[in-house]
């Protein structure tokens, strides 16, 4: 079956950090450009960063630039973010969405989306 | 604020159309960018209803149809089904924060 799974979420302390997982199954992670997107309460959808098919070109949104890292590990089909000095303001729940192309650049639409793993930060 | 503009909520009855704006401006839907529009029913992940303006994926049913012009763009919804209640959102490229995708900030279709 063709998914992603996210784990890793959970409740941290404001400028802690925390690391979040998501796992692909059912087709080749090496073969896709890959997101991070969050959806925190009451807001609306908010990209938050990308990694090209191979590791090698990332971006990141200017929420989260200098504090968030983006890794892929195609070996294990997984995708990885890094969350380094966490503040309220990262409550969410955070999605991994692939889209169906290599570049980090392309415009391609998000074709496949995980169910979301929650983080919350909060004293 | 979300860089593209979206009603927060739409509403119509049974078999009725609505119509949810996206509204964007000149570095990103006006820029020609591709739009594409995703239906999140509660309590599961976005999915993919409208790429590239109006391209419907495989078993998204004609009822849903999409457009643009100018530096907006359209989702619209005919014969309105109990089902179609979900928030949706619009999604391009803007080209003056850095390579960022952007979305709209939502819009909750109330089917009455």
């Known amino acids: 079956q063709v998914q992603l799974v996210e784990s890793g979420g959970g409740v941290v302390q404001p400028g802690r950090s925390l690391r979040l997982s998501c796992a692909a199954s059912?087709?080749?992670?090496?073969?896709?450009?890959m997101h991070w997107v969050r959806h925190a309460p009451g807001k609306g959808l908010e990209w938050v960063a990308v990694?090209?098919?191979?590791?090698?070109?990332?971006y990141y949104g200017a929420s989260v630039k200098g504090r968030f890292t983006i890794s892929r590990d195609n070996s294990k089909n997984t995708l990885h973010l890094q969350m380094d000095s966490l503040t309220t303001e990262d409550t969410a729940l955070y999605y991994c969405?692939?889209?169906?192309?290599?570049?980090?650049?392309?415009?391609?639409?998000?074709?496949?989306w995980g169910r979301g793993t929650l983080v919350t930060v909060s004293s | 604020q979300s860089v593209l503009t979206q009603p927060p909520s739409v509403s119509g009855a049974p078999g009725q159309r609505v119509t949810i704006s996206c509204t964007g401006s000149n570095s990103n839907i006006g820029a020609g960018y591709d739009v594409h529009w995703y239906q999140q029913l509660p309590g599961t992940a976005p999915k993919l209803l409208i790429y590239?303006?109006?391209n419907r994926p495989s078993g998204v049913p004609d009822r849903f149809s999409g457009s643009r012009s100018g530096t907006s763009a359209s989702l619209a919804i005919t014969g309105l089904q109990a089902e179609d209640e979900a928030d949706y959102y619009c999604?391009?490229?803007?080209?003056?924060?850095?390579?960022?995708?952007?979305f709209g900030g939502g819009t909750k279709v109330i089917v009455l």
């Open positions: 590239r303006t109006a």
């Open positions: 059912g087709f080749s992670l090496r073969n896709h450009a």
């Open positions: 990694i090209s098919y191979d590791g090698s070109d990332k």
């Open positions: 999604q391009s490229f803007d080209s003056s924060l850095s390579n960022s995708c952007v």
């Open positions: 969405a692939r889209k169906f192309c290599t570049s980090a650049t392309c415009h391609n639409p998000f074709d496949l």
